[in-house]
């Protein structure tokens, strides 16, 4: 593919000579000849100069580079973008494997492809365009809308409501039972039932090997557009807002509630009963015990403010010399309070 028609199907400008021949992109270290590759920090400048690729996504060219430039405002998005070009998986053909179990009562809309031993439930409904890869499992009465993809291992359970374009990674859980319990007088617990469901919205990913349990009563609920990363736990009645990023080995608790555009970085958990609101960005291995302000940044468990934690952090490196010094200061104050008493004794 030409560089000048990777240009156009991005809507971008070219610098240089567009009839470059493209074929694929690479990072800048792993970039040769053909490939097209990308500047998004301006730290990582020095390094444009060695690569290799003969062709860069930038904001602005570069002088003394013998390369061609797309110029865009988001270098790494449109990388990206020009990904999606080169590389697209592959779609099972469209058709209902003879291995695979659908339920007479459940709807299936067109072009949809269910792989072997994939088993749809009595009274489901697919929309069009839905891909089911092997071992896949819907419960019974789950709605699911168009352009589904579902990946092998994936299940959804009963009466679980999933909205157009969502990814499921492998082995993800959607509507899995709460973790609910009440403690008998004796020690002993007695189940409660989970009778609540997930409700997935439009454009969310979850990537493999995460749960998103169902509600005891009401819903739990995943709003439009967000992401989350493998080995996530989103607990019962919890709310993902939109565009959330939840990344790995992260865990909610219980009705746990994240507005607009909330990030958690990797082992991030939460209690329940709390609200991250909107923009704020919880650090890796933080631990939330309560409400995290609009827009802020906290980090450490308990978590608080990052700035502050960074501080403590610094802080806390050094505390056996601090230590030190106090048991050497409280030992020279003891002295010089027996030299005082003993002065004001010979008086």
């Not at 299936?108 to 069009?128: D, K, L």
Request: with cysteine; net charge neutral.
């Amino acid at each position: 593919m030409k560089l000048r028609e990777i240009a156009d199907a991005l809507g971008r400008r070219v610098e240089g000579d567009g009839e470059t021949e493209i074929a694929g992109v690479a990072g800048m270290e792993q970039a040769g000849p053909g490939h097209l590759t990308f500047l998004a920090n301006p730290k990582y400048a020095p390094k444009v100069k060695h690569t290799k690729a003969s062709a860069i996504l930038v904001t602005a060219p570069i002088p003394g580079l013998d390369a061609a430039f797309v110029v865009t405002e988001d270098p790494y998005l449109d990388f990206a973008r020009a990904l999606a070009l080169f590389y697209q998986p592959p779609r099972p053909a469209p058709g209902i494997h003879a291995l695979a179990c659908v339920a007479p009562s459940a709807v299936v809309g067109e072009n949809a492809s269910i792989g072997p031993f994939a088993v749809v439930g009595e009274r489901v409904r697919i929309g069009r365009n839905a891909v089911l890869h092997p071992h896949v499992v819907v419960y019974e009465g789950a709605e699911i809308g168009d352009d589904f993809l579902a990946h092998s291992h994936a299940a959804v359970r009963e009466f679980c409501r999933i909205g157009n374009r969502v990814i499921l990674q492998n082995g993800v859980v959607v509507g899995g039972d709460g973790f609910g319990f009440a403690k008998r007088a004796d020690g002993t617990h007695f189940k409660i039932a989970q009778s609540g469901v997930t409700v997935i919205e439009d454009d969310v990913e979850v990537q493999t090997l995460t749960s998103v349990d169902r509600a005891t009563v009401g819903e739990t609920r995943v709003k439009r557009g967000a992401k989350i990363d493998s080995l996530v736990q989103v607990g019962h009645a919890c709310t993902v807002g939109e565009d959330n990023i939840i990344c790995a080995q992260a865990g909610l608790a219980g009705s746990t509630v994240l507005e607009r555009n909330v990030l958690l970085a990797g082992q991030a958990g939460s209690a329940g009963h709390l609200t991250v609101h909107e923009g704020a960005i919880v650090y890796a291995q933080s631990g939330l015990g309560g409400d995290v302000p609009a827009g802020s940044r906290v980090s450490g468990s308990p978590a608080f403010a990052a700035g502050e934690w960074l501080r403590a952090i610094t802080a806390f490196q050094k505390l056996p010399d601090l230590l030190k010094t106090v048991r050497e200061l409280k030992k020279k104050v003891e002295e010089l309070e027996r030299d005082a008493k003993s002065n004001a004794a010979s008086k």
